[in-house]
């Protein structure tokens, strides 16, 4: 049976609708289902209005006292849930309800543990016509998510996503502590599971309602990031990143100072040298020590080390670029080479950080097993690669108990 919470705060005008049309489709459907609604004592009568159609629908419906946040709504809605599948979506009608019935088509078809409804694909997006700053506040979110854990999320396409499915079991022993409203992020971050399937589907434009996001929830959303990093691993791994990085520019300073003053190279032979051994250096010791729990076995990783360094060079090159450009502009209007080298690795290492950490952190992987994986197919759905975990361990506790 599939149980899904539809969180609430004052969505009296919506609730009904996006109940009926939630319901409807999973019956068609053939799916058993029940409908959770937990809402945080709105003063406009949303649990009134929910309660009225628990005698036509399997609605049930859970009131916490006070305003405690959409993520914990969901929490608290699975904890009583009896279905061996679980699930939310926003009560808002932004999310089409009748989408529930394809994601639970998918999770079966693809034998799936998450089934996620994204606005990329074929046949995603958004109905709604966002302001460039909108569009932009969205991206910055994904993009950031995916730099914060991108071992965790660097092939989930909308990791913002508020409707998907997950299977119980994922989640047995898991203790979830949400913090804002993302609670796609705490179970992509904790729970057990390896195959993840994205279903496509048009964002709708607000008619009823307004949006409940503001300042308090986009600072617990990056309270929510540094969690999870810590809780998976990742923060560690960060800072052996960030001390990789550093050696590798005082190698790139140091060799080009060393060609050019010592030897007198011309500075664009220097740096033709000088960043290759810094882009070798870091894949080397984040090889060794920086992602050693990530790979596969050493004999499958040494096999594998020349396409990482392959894949890596790569997607570095353009950072690589910056450096290049940057060191000889700065060199040829009097700058000191210690001191043009170092901003153009600076400049370098800003790219790749704000555009291509997702796409680094992958050299390290272990391959693919299924090519297929993470390919649109004929049905509009895109299953992903095995997703690995980081190997922190899970703090043992009952589903659903948040701190």
Known sequence: MISVVLPTYNEARSIEEALRRASAALQKAAEKHELIVVDDSSPDGTAEV????????????????????????????????????????????????EVLARLAGALRAHNADVAIATRSGPGGGSAEEWSWMRRLNSWAARHLAACVLPQTLAEVSDPMSGMFLVRAQALEGVRLEPAGYKILLEVLGKAHYRDVVEVPFMFKARSLGSSKLGTRESLQYLEHLGRLARFTGQLRSWIGYAVVGFSGAVVNV??????????SWPVGWGLAVAIPLALA????????????????????????????????????????ALNAMSTLLLYW???????????????????????????????????????????????????????????????????????
């Open 254 to 263: 140091a060799v080009l100072t060393y060609l050019v003053e010592r030897w």
């Open 333 to 403: 209007r009097g700058v000191q080479l210690p001191l043009a080298s170092a901003a153009g690795v600076t400049l370098g290492g800003v790219w790749n950080l704000f555009f291509n950490v997702p796409a680094i952190w992958r050299s390290w992987d272990s391959p693919t097993p299924d090519s297929s994986a993470g390919a649109w197919d004929e049905s509009g759905n895109r299953r992903l690669s095995p997703v690995r975990h980081a190997s922190a361990s899970h703090p043992k506790g009952a589903l659903g108990e948040v701190r």
């Open 281 to 320: 250096n870091n894949f080397l010791w984040n090889w060794l020590f920086t992602f050693r729990s990530s790979r596969a076995s050493d004999e499958e990783s040494r096999s594998g080390i020349l396409s990482r360094l392959a894949h890596y060079a790569k997607v570095c090159v353009f950072g690589a």
């Open 50 to 97: 929910a309660e009225a159609l628990a005698k036509e629908l399997p609605v049930r419906v859970l009131r916490r006292p006070g305003r405690q946040g959409l993520a914990t709504a969901v929490v608290d809605g699975w904890r009583i849930a009896r279905g061996d599948t679980l699930g939310v979506i926003d009560a808002d009608l932004q999310h089409p309800p």
